[in-house]
């Protein structure tokens, strides 16, 4: 058996591994947690003291709703 046909299971898992990693990484990018836009760079510092930003607190009355710009 040649050296070349057994160096295509090792391509096939590297490109595995680098497809699933770029996947999750585009996963992780576009998760709720990350900030794209720029108008407000640091929207932790906008939440009043009183808002709630989770979407379900169990045992909490939130006075009024957070919302978040789209891009």
């Not at 999750?24 to 709720?32: N, T, V």
Request: net charge positive.
């Amino acid at each position: 058996m040649s050296v070349r046909f057994q160096a295509i299971p090792i391509y096939t898992i590297i490109g595995g591994v680098c497809v699933g990693a770029s996947w999750y990484l585009y996963r992780l990018a576009m998760g709720p947690t990350i900030q794209w836009t720029k108008t407000n760079p640091t929207p932790w510092n906008s939440v009043k003291p009183n808002q709630t930003t989770k979407m379900m607190t169990v045992g909490h009355e939130a006075d009024s709703k957070w919302s978040r710009e789209k891009l």
